[in-house]
DNA sequence: CCATGCGTTCGCCTATACGGAACAGACTGT
DNA sequence: ACAGTCTGTTCCGTATAGGCGAACGCATGG
């Protein structure tokens, strides 16, 4: 709609871990616009804060961001239920934990339990951003969402391998989310990572609308072993996080649909 | 500059810890601009990925916010190096200790290691956004700034009381900011919050300006005892991390400074 | 059943932001 | 020392994009 608006989404976009710094001239031959535009834009984030002047002239993200992100992350009511659940899972079994949303066609992490045994995974925090088409979370959340919504996502996205195991067309990535929706949970068997395996179950609301995904992450050794129990604790832990948002349960759920 | 962003600064400032949750009608009544306005504004930062709507049609913070966050904490270079120096204090008090920086007006801790005693300072975290003329670093990032700078702030965010203590008018902030400016350091006794005190000082990068102020965080009855000794050893945490940025120290400073 | 609130849509009109060109300063390699 | 080429910044006319008010559909509630 606001086109002005649009670009600053753009512009904030190209400011990553890899180039966190970027010049007046740079943005504008990366947005197609002339110096002017640029300038003017940036000029006016600054002001309001979202990014910051270097002494060079150029421009790096601002912290008024981070003051935003603190409000998020203290008023999100289902963040802080699946945390207890996740607090119970690391005291089981030691291993990392993460909770994830689908938002604009981006997994991000919003909280994360680091586990607690000497080689346990580590690569990750919260703001992350992650691969839907092949992390435990994102499948989960991408099962659960119209699947032209999907292709969507994946047209924008992009497919790239990142080890052998990694889903790379959208023919294959169907099934897996269809399979994914029918069982309830998603794995990643080396998808993203090698040495590493996730297992991930939806978080409902009372609307039984899937609004998170939560995972437990474990170096592929000893995933072998535990797998099966892994995938029920995962389970057990958002059936128990769903319920206390006001989720019936899918039977419940099924049900009262029906009869609407 | 570009009305339109400006607005977008002014929409999300909306979006507090107390209330994070608005309708398109509130928000125009808040900003004084017409509901179609208003919509066309939110419609579009939902897009953006910086709001989100609601099923009953009202918007929050979005999870892009933190996406963004996480790029602005793992690119910052002097945050890791006050890190080192954060966590040398924390082993050798057990107290918890803070990491600001001011920013269009607002103080906001962009790191904090919490302390290991029992009792301990625990009220705050990482993106918390802080009164700027009591807290110990506030002070400290103030008194570097040009007074009308500092005028132009309290206007903007006022100068309330949280206790006894708090300093309330602009004649005794301007004393305390020269006292601070001519020792280095800032003390936070009960201003913000009974029971705590505060010792900061600033963090300065290879050009001598300060970009940060690191504090320690303190109980009442245990700051009275070994009030001097954190002092020492939050300057010389402080001096540390400078002189890793490259700060060639006040009078090597200074005399660079003579000769330009 | 009307009154009042909400979020949303439509289209006119003008204020506004776009974009080219020109400017000032900092490097760089002759 | 000096042209050449990068920066970031300023200016100003024009056309387009966004502000605005009115009308819409839908709840809710007295």
Redesign the interface.
């Known amino acids: 709609?606001?086109g002005?608006?649009?670009k600053?989404?753009e512009v904030?976009e190209l400011?990553?871990?890899e180039h966190?710094e970027w010049g007046v001239s740079e943005v504008a031959k990366a947005l197609g616009i002339p110096k002017s535009s640029a300038h003017?834009?940036l000029?006016?984030?600054v002001?309001?804060?979202?990014l910051?002047r270097t002494?060079e002239g150029r421009y790096?993200?601002?912290?008024?961001?981070?003051?935003?992100?603190?409000?998020?992350?203290?008023?999100s009511s289902w963040r802080m239920e699946a945390r207890r659940a996740m607090e119970e899972l690391v005291a089981r079994f030691g291993e990392t934990t993460h909770l994830a949303?689908l938002?604009?066609g981006?997994v991000?992490y919003?909280e994360k339990l680091e586990g607690t045994r000497a080689v346990r995974v580590v690569n990750t925090?919260?703001?992350?951003?992650l691969p839907a088409h092949c992390s435990a979370v994102g499948k989960v959340l991408l099962a659960f969402r119209p699947w032209e919504e999907v292709e969507r996502i994946m047209a924008e996205r992009g497919m790239p391998a990142f080890t052998p195991n990694t889903i790379t067309t959208l023919d294959e990535l169907r099934t897996e989310l269809q399979a994914v929706r029918e069982r309830g949970y998603a794995y990643d068997i080396e998808e993203v990572v090698p040495e590493l395996c996730c297992v991930a179950a939806p978080i409902r609301d009372h609307?039984g609308?899937v609004v998170a995904a939560l995972s437990l992450s474990v170096p592929f050794y000893r995933f072998q072993q535990l797998k099966e129990e892994y995938r029920r604790s995962v389970l057990e832990a958002t059936r128990q996080v769903s319920e206390r948002l006001g989720y019936m349960g899918e039977e419940a759920w099924t049900r009262s649909r029906w009869r609407s």
């Open positions: 709609m606001l002005t608006v649009q600053v989404g904030l400011f990553t871990r966190p003017a834009l000029a006016t984030l002001q309001i804060g979202f910051k002494r790096r993200l601002g912290w008024r961001i981070l003051a935003l992100s603190q409000v998020l992350l203290s008023t949303v938002e604009c981006r991000v919003v925090g919260v703001g992350v951003e609307t609308e």
